[in-house]
């Protein structure tokens, strides 16, 4: 499947800077309502399957969250790119106490469930991969960042 309907100028954010998970989350979902891509009930529902479900993984060249909400709390499809200018904590994905330290997120709102699953399990292998990662780091503008992602998402098939 090609994920490039995804991608959005206006939901990159290059070297942000926050204090907190809380911050990040807020301004995320304060962001997202704004542009109506979900519904009010996206901020509380984000802030829970982080709790439930931590999102922080840690990879060999990159550390990354990937939070995300259930597909009823979105209204348009996107993905929403932050890359930290000061690195987050987040809990490890699968544990439940070990906390790592994250340089990049991806905002995932997907409205069709099926469709999550495919492009979380897509972004964790593009995660894995030397090539996309070293490009990844050495991005410094919305405009590279998306040209890179439509690349990266448009040669992909299901």
């Not at 809990?91 to 990049?104: F, K, L, P, R």
């Not at 469930?113 to 399990?121: D, E, K, R």
């Amino acid at each position: 499947m090609i994920y490039t309907h995804l991608i959005n100028k206006e939901l990159i954010l290059m070297n942000g800077e926050f204090s907190s998970q809380k911050e990040l989350f807020n301004e995320i979902s304060d962001v997202l309502l704004d542009k109506n891509f979900v519904r009010r009930s996206f901020k509380k529902a984000l802030f829970q399957r982080e709790q439930e479900f931590p999102t922080g993984l840690e990879t060999e060249r990159l550390n990354i969250a990937i939070p995300h909400t259930d597909a009823i709390h979105v209204k348009e499809p996107f993905l929403y790119v932050i890359k930290l200018q000061k690195a987050l904590p987040f809990i490890q994905m699968g544990t439940t106490n070990e906390w790592i330290d994250v340089d990049s997120i991806f905002v995932l709102g997907i409205k069709d469930p099926a469709n999550q699953i495919g492009f979380l399990s897509l972004i964790m292998n593009k995660l894995q991969e030397e090539t996309f990662t070293h490009e990844f780091n050495s991005l410094s503008s919305k405009e590279e960042m998306v040209t890179f992602l439509n690349h990266t998402f448009r040669s992909v098939h299901k």
